[in-house]
Structure formats: C-alpha cells, structure tokens
C-alpha cells in the first residue's frame, strides 16, 4: 500500500483543500492520503476557528484517507520547525511523497534546495548566526542567508506557502528515505486574499465569511461538512482568550513570564506594559508590533504565555514525539494496522496511562483551547479516533 | 487632638457601621475616628462589591474622618493577621483606643485576654504546634488552645466578631503603649444573617439584597451615597473572577501552583482536578471543601491564586508596611498632619516612583480587580486621597 503525505491546518476545510487532496491522489498514485494536521492552536499564533475532531471530520469526508495530530510543540512554529514536525511524522508513517501547494512549483529546485542544504547545514547555520544580530523577521533572515549563500534559486520569501515547501524540501532532504517532493500550483486565491470568488477562496476569507455569516457565498467554497460545523457551533477567535492573556500578562512577575518559550530580549516588559492598555486582542498585537516582532511572531508568542508553555515543555515534546490519531477512513485504517508494526514513533488512538508523557502538553493546550468557549466538546479524555466508510 | 481608632471592611458601609462610628466617639471621647479598612480584597478572600474608593467616600460622609488602607497581605488573612496589620496600623497613627463591635461586650475580659496572651506567647505557640498536627480548622484550633490554657476566659469562636476581638486584644497588649479597648454591643443583625429587618442589616445581607435589586428594603439599613454606588456601579462578586481563576489553575503546573502562599498539604492536586469540573465559583467551592479546608479558608486561598501571591511576597509586604490614605474629612486632614512628624510608617498619600516597593502588591492586585468588571476605575496610579468637608 502506497501512501502520499500533505502536511495542513484546515482552519477550515475548503474547497481548494479538497482539490489539494485530489492532486495529491493524482500525483502520487498513492492509494492513502495521509493528512498530518494542526490540532487546536495553529502554525501562525491562532487558536482554531472549530476543533481538530470537526477539521478531521471535515476532512475524512473530503478525500484524506488518515488524520494525525501534528502536536502544539510543532504546529505552533516559525516554517522550519513546522516542517520538521510534518515530515517526521510523514517519515514515520512511511510515506512514500509528499504533495503541497505552492505559488510557483518547480519539482527540481525543492528537490535541489533540500539537496543544497543537507550538504550545507555548518554553513547555513553560521550564516544564520550572522544575520540574527540584525534586527529582521525570521523570513527576512532567511531570504538573506539563502540570496548570499544560493543565489541561483528562485526565492520567493514573501509566500509563506514557497517558504513551507523550501522548509519542507529542506527536512526531507535530511532522512535515508527522501519521500519524493511533489509541489502542485495551489489552485486558489492568494494566501491572505479576504474575498471570496468562484469555486475557491483561502481559509483567511471563509473565516472572515464565516464570522459576517456570509453563508450564501461561503456554501460556493466550502463542502457542505464544513458549512453544517461552521453554522452549527460557536466560532473561536483569539478575542475570545484575550481577558486570559491580558489575566495571564498583569499577574505574572517578569521572571515568571521568562520562563515561557520564546520569550527573549526583554519583550515581557513591552508586553506587560501594554496589555494593561489594550482593551481587544487586535489592539494588544498593533501596539507591542515592531519590524522585529513581526504580528505572527506576536502571535505565537501571545500562544506560548496563555498555555503558560515554557522551553522545556517544547523541548521535552520534541523528544517525545508521538502519533495521535485524529481519524481515518477504511483504507487509512488498512494502512494504519501495517503501519503499527513499522512505524519509529509510537501510535496512540487514546490517551491511556502510560502515555501519559506523550499527551501531557497537548491535553494542557486543550484545556484552555476549551476555556474560550463552553460549546467546545472534551478534547482528549475518552475520545477515540473518527472512522468513517470510503465513499 | 484624641484619635480612636476602628478595623473595618465596609463591603459595603451601611447603618449598622454609621452606629459603630458614633458609638466609638461616644465611648472614646475623640476627635478624631481613624477606619483602618481592607482594600479590594476582603479579609474572608472575597472581591469587594464595589471598590475601595466608593466605601472610603461613604464612611466619610458618614463619621469617619480618616480612612486608611489595609494592605492585602494584612487584609486577606485569617483574624490573628488581619488583627496584627489593622493594630499596627492604628498605633502608627498613634491612635489612644480602639473600638470594635462584639456579640458578647466585657471590656476587662478583653483586656485580661491581651495581658495573657502577651505573657505567655511561647507557651500558646507550643499549643499550636500539638494541636495543629489534628485537622482542625483555624478556629477550632484556637478553641481547644485556650479552653486548655485558660480556661476561665469566656470564648465564644462560632462569633467572628468575638474571634477577632480577642485578636485585637492579644495584639495590643504587645505595644509599649496599648491603646484602650472599646467593645461595643453591635446593634446588628448576627454576622450572617440573611435577611433585611428594621434600621439594621448584615454587610452579607445588604450585598445580597443588592444583588437581587432589592433597593426598597435596602434604603432602610444603608445611607444615601452606599445607596447611590450600588444602584450605579456593577456588582462584583466571585463569579467574574471564576473564568480567571479557573484559567489560571488549568494552564499552572503543580510547582507553581506549589510557590503560592498558603499552598500546602498537596491542596493544589484536588483545586486542579475540582477546576475542570466546575462551571462556577460556587461549584467549585462547594467541591473542594473539607472539615480542614472551611469555606473562608478555601476562598482565601482562591485570592492568592487568582493574584498569583507568594509567600515570599506576603512576607515583603509585612516587612514594608505603609499607611496608604484614601480619604480623610477637614479633621482628618489636621489629625494627620501631626502624624506625618510622628508616625513610625511612612504616609503615602500617592503613587511616586520611590515609593514603588511599598505599593507593587496593592498595584497588580488591585488591577487583577479590575478585570473583574470593565467599569471599575483605576485604582492607584493617577488617584489622590478623597476629601471632604466636616458636616
């Protein structure tokens, strides 16, 4: 059995995920299409609009064939870390490709990128070093060490989505077993396009629908699982978490908010000072925002003190990976059972005992992922994965 | 110019408090009635109904001349703490007597309780020590110490009032020059009661007449300004401090939790596992309790929680006490004037950059009250003591 990795959010599942996922079937010819997906906090610094099991559903009834959790110590992450979570899970669960989308596909220049830096990485990482005493964003960062050190790749680091697939070429270039790179032209509106037209629009737009009950317009865009959870529950947004942030940020002493993950160069002072004025989430990142800090960074960071996550938690989770099985069709389960007696990592379809160690931070994010709304079902304890029949 | 001085709490003033006030200038024979008053959080680890500016306003146009913050980590204490800040803090301002209410008035008994205890410290502390290893409350605990060392003495520990009288005593008798003690028979309602009858009421039954609008029967048994700031304020009460709470002892570790005050014994594993469950304060409360944990005791814990207070902290704020005026009337201000040469603590009647260590406790508390309900104003910085003129 074949299997064709994608590496996703699903904030929510819409049409262009679908036709992501149909590519992916065509190019691979893989007969299972394994989804490693974000679970309840996102790769940008964001809580999901709906929970993981409702994306997961949303999914399965839309193509993936297996869904896994890509843990909050990875999902909630700068691209490169991001990556290197998606493909060790892909990795693990033995994926023989993986597809993404992209603005501008060249399979040769992802594959000769992660090629480039697998055999270069003392010296990216020294470029790195040099460039980090300026003071630019991380993908301004990266641009430079890849324009000096490159120069005849075609960069584009203002596309997170060319950034994802150079990250992902880059951490796949670096195991025995490269799965094989397979980038599609994403079918859809810019990343960050807010409108809606036609048959696709990005998630930032269904969202944004979503919210104004724009419903008419969104049914063009969405399956219709997606429109039945999104009309059905109540949508999370950070606004919904910021008087326990701003909570979190007055009665934390600066050495308490040093402790968190990420939290350097004195910005706990610029942090606990305005939050103190802001009244909205929205006004809380525009005031502390500098060229440096950039609003995603914020964004992340804003996620690491509301789960109060420190570095230790993030590096013990790395060293615990571990795949939590959100859901799965009939073939994800086939492949799944195969899986079981290959796979490096360990495979958990519940949270037990003795796994304790694996779902600690995870069940700790969700928590208070469901502190932001009382609607939000029991995340973890006694939930079992979603199966569903292949269609 | 004669002082006598008063301990108060004042959530909020009503008539039952203006009687106190002149029965304390009756017995006294002074000039000049110094309240001593807890600040926005209560000795029994409640959020004030309204804050503590509005009931500094309100005893001053109803007898008191000068009103005096007392700090958190004096006034969210059990009574032999909450007697040693509030006696500190009057015989800084060198107050001649002190009048407190009582179910069971005897002025010699108070004072020969004081003279007691003041000789034989060691030994009551030794009694502590064996009966603290039964799990008994902090009451029970003084009971059986004193029914065993002194057991002439009339105790009466169901009385709060009565326990705190005693408190004020025994603290007393500690200074060079104790003041005189004024018991008087309180013309209220018993501490508890719930119901509204006649001229008098319950502080706890004027809040929840408050809470259920009863302003008809209110009008009777509080004065016009304590009428006026319940009817335009919102009330606030444990419950808008529950998601907080809650929020904070799901997203803190078991070690953190370990570095409160008054954290101990392993409470913090049955708080973290009672908060999921819970969907309010009460709830919540109501699921933790024990013979040991009383109710008082477990709220008390839930404000250090909730402001996040060390015992380092505490211990700070013990050894850094100041006088912070909230308000004084004309013959306040003269009465004060004269302290300001005399008095052993300093007298703040501002928030100055020099005088952060003495305010740092007072700040973040009173801005975690504030979350509590967006309309309460800023609490310190920018506020001056409120002034008024003698009727």
Not at 314 to 321: L, T
Not at 344 to 354: E, H, S
Request: with cysteine; net charge positive.
């Amino acid at each position: 059995m074949k299997a064709c990795g994608i590496i996703v959010e699903y904030n929510p599942f819409h049409n262009g995920h679908a036709y992501h996922i149909e590519k992916a079937r065509e190019a691979s010819k893989a007969e299972v299409i394994v989804a490693v997906m974000s679970g309840n906090f996102l790769q940008r610094g964001e809580p999901a609009i709906i929970d993981k099991w409702m994306r997961t559903a949303e999914a399965l009834k839309n193509g993936a064939d297996l869904v896994v959790e890509l843990p909050f110590y990875w999902a909630v992450q700068s691209a490169d870390y991001f990556a290197r979570g998606g493909v060790k899970l892909l990795q693990a669960l033995n994926c023989e490709s993986l597809c993404f989308g992209t603005d501008s596909p060249s399979e040769s220049d992802y594959q000769s990128f992660g090629e480039f830096t697998a055999a270069n990485q003392q010296l990216i990482e020294q470029k790195y070093k040099e460039i980090n005493q300026q003071h630019l964003s991380y993908s301004r960062q990266m641009t430079q060490v890849f324009q000096e050190l490159y120069p005849s790749l075609h960069l584009d680091f203002s596309s997170p989505n060319h950034i994802l697939g150079l990250s992902y070429a880059k951490e796949n270039a670096q195991y025995e077993h490269p799965m094989s790179l397979l980038p599609i032209k994403r079918n859809v509106s810019k990343y960050n396009e807010e409108k809606i037209h036609q048959e696709f629009a990005s998630a930032t737009a269904v969202r944004n629908g979503a919210f104004k009950g724009q419903w008419g317009a969104l049914k063009m865009v969405i399956p219709d699982q997606t429109l039945i959870d999104l009309t059905q529950k109540k949508l999370v947004s950070w606004e919904d978490y910021w008087p326990l942030l701003k909570y979190r940020l007055i009665s934390s002493s600066y050495e308490e908010l040093q402790q968190i993950y990420q939290m350097t160069e004195g910005i706990e002072y610029r942090l606990k000072e305005k939050a103190l004025k802001a009244e909205t989430f929205h006004q809380f990142i525009e005031s502390v925002k500098t060229k440096r800090y950039t609003w995603t960074r914020l964004q992340r960071l804003a996620v690491y003190i509301l789960t109060n996550i420190s570095a230790e938690e993030i590096y013990q989770g790395w060293n615990n990976s571990y795949l939590n099985i959100l859901g799965m069709t009939e073939k994800g389960q086939s492949y799944l059972k195969i899986q079981k007696k290959k796979s490096k990592l360990p495979i958990l379809t519940k949270q037990m005992k003795n796994t304790e160690k694996y779902f600690k931070i995870g069940v700790k994010c969700d928590r208070i992922y469901q502190l932001g709304n009382n609607g939000i079902a029991e995340q973890n304890s006694g939930r079992f994965p979603i199966r569903i029949k292949n269609a």
